[in-house]
């Protein structure tokens, strides 16, 4: 069944923040890298005209670029589990390695929002059949209700709970949520994404929860 325009733009929207948020941390990356490259051009030219190369400098420089680099390549990653996310509208997926990918990726909204972005999984993960796309528009959503809403705490939770027959993934706030508002864009699609999903969601005072169809 062909979705409404207004619902595809709006999950073109979603893909589109994220990937440009990633692209923007990996453009910071490579700045990163070229700052140090350019110092180690400055001491190669030095030692060219006779002063001698701190071997320890050096060092230093090569482990930073390092870090660096395995930074680059973790964002790559998760760029690249998320663009792979819409290939079926259904799969099995680890339900805690999801939440957790699209956990790491809404770090750097919660930082730009000066609140921490909390965890609380279990041990054990559970495979579950979802739509892996979908589901981590809804947890972006509840992040982005958490945020609005992040006053004097500024602590956001993201919380698995796998101990019922049916999943849950909520999402717990310091601060009270705005009431739920039909007439809020995006507490509208929040609610049309749990009903794709089949999921019932739940929406709390400091707490909105999403339980799954298994």
């Keep these: 069944m062909l979705e409404r325009p207004a619902q595809l733009a709006r999950k073109l929207a979603f893909f589109g923040a994220i990937t440009a948020s990633l692209s923007h941390e990996l453009k910071n990356v490579l700045a990163t890298i070229n700052e140090f490259s350019g110092l180690l051009d400055d ?56 939440i957790e990918s699209i956990c790491a990726i809404c770090d750097r909204f919660a930082k730009l929002g000066q609140a921490t972005l909390e965890r609380r999984f279990p041990e054990a993960s559970r495979e579950v059949t979802t739509d892996p796309f979908t589901l981590q528009h809804a947890v972006y959503l509840c992040v982005r209700a958490a945020l609005a809403v992040a006053d004097q705490q500024r602590r956001i939770t993201v919380v698995v709970e796998l101990d019922a027959a049916r999943p849950v993934i909520a999402i717990e706030s310091a601060d009270p949520f705005a009431v739920e508002d ?6 509208a699609l929040l609610r049309a994404l749990a009903t794709e999903l089949q999921a019932e969601l739940r929406w709390e005072s400091t707490r909105v929860a999403l339980t799954l169809s298994q």
Excluded: M, W, Y
């Design 43 to 98: 001491l190669c030219s030095a030692a060219a005209s006779g002063r001698a190369l701190e071997p320890e400098r050096l060092v230093n420089i090569s482990g930073k670029i390092g870090k660096q680099v395995r930074r680059g390549e973790t964002l790559i990653q998760r760029l690249n589990r998320f663009s792979h996310s819409v290939d079926a509208p259904e799969a099995s997926v680890d339900l805690v390695a999801l």
């Design 182 to 187: 039909p007439a809020n864009a995006e507490h």
